[in-house]
C-alpha cells in the first residue's frame, strides 16, 4: 500500500486527528475468515455479517475537512454523506478515520482477543467509553498483541501503510439495542491530492 501522511504530530494524543493520506493499495486479507466459536463457546452476538464503508473522496490539502462526514447504520449497514439516513456513528477528519456515536448513544471499544460473535454482556460493562471520537493508535502496532491499542486503525510512519488494529473490539448503544462490531481491513484508493479510505467491518446485536 502507497499511502502519504502530511503534519503528522510527534504526541499520541495529535495524532488521531492529523491528516492521513491513504493511496491505491490492495485490500488487508490477513484475518478475512468470519469467526467461529470454539466447541465450548456459545455465541453471544447474533446475525453476524459484513460491511464495507466506503469514505468521502478528499484533497489533503486542506485537511481534514474537505473528506466532510460518512454516516452509518450499524444495524443494516446503510452508509451516505448528508446523514439522511437513520445512522449511529459519524466518521469525520482526514479519510473519515475519526468514528464517533451520534448525540445520544454511547460508543465503546474494548481491547481482547475473544472473537466477535462470542464477546458478551460483561465485554461491553468493561469496554472503554469513547468520549468524542475513536480514531488512530498510537500505542500498539496493529497486530495488538499484547492488548492495549487506544484505537481502531493504525499508521506505519515508516513503510506508510494504513492496517486496522488486531484484537478491538467496538460497541454502539442506543440505550435499548447494543452492537457489536470490529474492523477486519483497510485500505486507500486514490492518489495524494484526491483520496478516501475505505474500511471493511464485521457487526451484529449482542445479545441480551
Given at each position: 500500500m502507497i499511502s502519504i501522511i502530511k503534519n503528522l504530530?510527534?504526541?499520541?494524543?495529535?495524532?488521531?486527528?492529523?491528516?492521513?493520506?491513504?493511496?491505491?493499495?490492495?485490500?488487508?486479507?490477513?484475518?478475512?475468515?468470519?469467526?467461529?466459536?470454539?466447541?465450548?463457546?456459545s455465541a453471544t452476538v447474533t446475525g453476524v455479517t459484513t460491511t464495507l464503508l466506503t469514505g468521502n473522496y478528499g484533497s489533503p490539502?486542506?485537511?481534514?475537512?474537505?473528506?466532510?462526514?460518512?454516516?452509518?447504520?450499524?444495524?443494516?449497514?446503510?452508509?451516505?454523506?448528508?446523514?439522511?439516513?437513520?445512522?449511529?456513528?459519524?466518521?469525520?477528519?482526514?479519510?473519515?478515520?475519526?468514528?464517533?456515536?451520534?448525540?445520544?448513544?454511547?460508543?465503546?471499544?474494548?481491547?481482547?482477543?475473544?472473537?466477535?460473535?462470542?464477546?458478551?454482556?460483561?465485554?461491553?460493562?468493561?469496554?472503554?467509553?469513547?468520549?468524542?471520537?475513536?480514531?488512530?493508535?498510537?500505542?500498539?502496532?496493529?497486530?495488538?498483541?499484547?492488548?492495549?491499542a487506544n484505537g481502531w486503525l493504525n499508521y506505519n510512519i515508516t513503510t506508510h501503510a494504513v492496517n486496522y488494529t488486531h484484537n478491538v473490539v467496538l460497541f454502539l448503544s442506543t440505550g435499548t439495542t447494543i452492537y457489536a462490531f470490529q474492523c477486519y481491513a483497510a485500505d486507500g484508493q486514490g492518489s495524494a491530492t484526491l483520496n478516501r479510505g475505505r474500511y471493511w467491518f464485521r457487526r451484529g446485536t449482542l445479545i441480551n
Open positions: 504530530s510527534k504526541t499520541a494524543a495529535a495524532v488521531i486527528t492529523v491528516s492521513v493520506i491513504f493511496s491505491s493499495c490492495q485490500k488487508n486479507n490477513s484475518d478475512s475468515v468470519k469467526p467461529l466459536a470454539a466447541a465450548n463457546q490539502t486542506p485537511a481534514p475537512g474537505t473528506y466532510g462526514t460518512k454516516y452509518l447504520n450499524i444495524a443494516n449497514g446503510a452508509q451516505d454523506s448528508t446523514g439522511a439516513i437513520t445512522y449511529h456513528l459519524t466518521f469525520t477528519s482526514t479519510n473519515n478515520l475519526a468514528m464517533a456515536a451520534k448525540s445520544g448513544y454511547t460508543l465503546k471499544y474494548l481491547n481482547t482477543t475473544k472473537t466477535l460473535n462470542t464477546v458478551n454482556n460483561s465485554d461491553y460493562t468493561a469496554a472503554t467509553t469513547v468520549s468524542g471520537t475513536l480514531g488512530l493508535n498510537t500505542a500498539t502496532d496493529s497486530l495488538n498483541n499484547p492488548v492495549g
